[in-house]
Nanobody, 125 residues
Framework: VQVQESGGGLVQPGGSLTLSCTVSGSSISTYAMCWFRQTPGKEREGVSCISYGGASTYYGDSVKGRFTISRDNAKNTAYLQMNSLKPEDTAMYYC???????????????????WGKGTLVTVSS
């Protein structure tokens, strides 16, 4: 499948941004949808994951209470609503799909089936 992120950009600290992840080539109803982020020289960090139907969601400790993951299977799209953004949230954000469901045992997240190319989020004044 093809995975495409969008919605990144420059935002001031305390601001909000919503990322979208659109999948083509297959229905996302058969995939858990996950978000990761990475900055140069750092390990990739799990941000969030949502189960097939959206009943279960998982978040990294650094984003809990600020980020919200959701999905619209009819639109074949998942979203990451990011509020109260901090400079340390600056990163390339990647969307990934996993047919086996969310596996969220940080720092282990299982093997993703496909990845997007990423969208850059910069939090700066």
């Amino acid at each position: 499948v093809q995975v495409q992120e969008s919605g990144g950009g420059l935002v001031q600290p305390g601001g909000s941004l919503t990322l979208s992840c659109t999948v083509s080539g297959s229905s996302i109803s058969t995939y858990a949808m996950c978000w990761f982020r990475q900055t140069p020289g750092k390990e990739r960090e799990g941000v969030s994951c949502i189960s097939y139907g959206g009943a279960s969601t998982y978040y990294g400790d650094s984003v809990k209470g600020r980020f919200t993951i959701s999905r619209d299977n009819a639109k074949n799209t998942a979203y990451l609503q990011m509020n109260s953004l901090k400079p340390e949230d600056t990163a390339m954000y990647y969307c990934a799909v996993r047919a086996s469901g969310c596996y969220w045992v940080p720092p282990y997240y299982g093997t993703m089936d496909d990845w997007g190319k990423g969208t850059l989020v910069t939090v700066s004044s």
